[in-house]
């Protein structure tokens, strides 16, 4: 009996190192991986099951209604990276607003390279003459549990990516 429960205690260890060295080793391919991987675990997230993120979020501020996360940045194997990792998720476990940031630095990543992955965006968001980092931003339809990713290019810098978001609403 105490083989067994020493043997269920080492594979329950080795479960939960493997799980967390997952997570800390989160080293996509390519920023269409990096999305992909991102959305699907959005779908269902709230400030209760952030734990099963695939990115470790740290907690930068809250308000009454909203968290503030953050998160380090993630290099790709490919090229580039996504800095300036947000996260914002309502407090309340029956709202499911989320919003989920990141800025691209990397390769200029064209309105056509992206349409290569995403096909069908519609435009959600045109400068207004009031800063050079004003955006035109382009979004997918949303997916099945609400989110929607959105491409942002700045005033800028008009034809190479800037910002991916992935959004849902209450």
Same mark, same amino acid.
């Given at each position: 009996?105490?083989?067994?429960?020493?043997?269920?205690?080492?594979?329950?260890?080795?479960?939960?190192? $493997?799980?967390? +060295?997952?997570?800390?080793?989160?080293?996509?391919?390519?920023?269409?991986?990096?999305?992909?991987?991102?959305?699907?675990?959005?779908?269902?997230?709230?400030?209760?099951?952030?734990?099963?993120?695939?990115?470790?979020?740290?907690? @930068?501020?809250?308000?009454?209604?909203? $968290?503030?996360?953050?998160?380090?940045?993630?290099?790709?194997?490919?090229?580039?990276?996504? &800095?300036?990792?947000?996260?914002?998720? +309502?407090?309340?476990?029956?709202?499911?607003?989320?919003?989920? @940031?990141?800025?691209?630095?990397?390769?200029?990543?064209?309105?056509?390279?992206?349409?290569?992955?995403?096909?069908?965006? &519609?435009?959600?968001?045109?400068?207004?003459?009031?800063?050079?980092?004003?955006?035109?931003?382009?979004?997918?339809?949303?997916?099945?549990?609400?989110?929607?990713?959105?491409?942002?290019?700045?005033?800028?810098?008009?034809?190479?990516?800037?910002?991916?978001?992935?959004?849902?609403?209450?």
């Amino acid at each position: 009996m105490m083989a067994i429960k020493n043997t269920t205690v080492a594979v329950a260890f080795l479960v939960a190192l $493997n799980s967390a +060295s997952a997570v800390a080793d989160m080293r996509p391919a390519s920023l269409w991986d990096f999305i992909t991987v991102m959305h699907s675990s959005l779908a269902d997230i709230s400030v209760a099951t952030l734990k099963r993120a695939p990115l470790k979020f740290h907690l @930068i501020s809250q308000n009454e209604y909203i $968290n503030f996360y953050g998160a380090d940045d993630v290099a790709f194997a490919a090229a580039g990276r996504a &800095t300036d990792i947000e996260l914002r998720l +309502s407090r309340d476990p029956q709202e499911k607003t989320l919003l989920w @940031i990141s800025h691209w630095q990397g390769p200029c990543l064209t309105l056509s390279e992206i349409k290569k992955h995403y096909p069908t965006l &519609t435009i959600t968001d045109t400068p207004r003459g009031h800063s050079e980092n004003e955006v035109t931003s382009y979004t997918t339809p949303a997916g099945a549990s609400g989110e929607a990713v959105t491409f942002s290019f700045t005033v800028k810098v008009p034809y190479c990516l800037s910002d991916v978001i992935i959004s849902r609403g209450a």
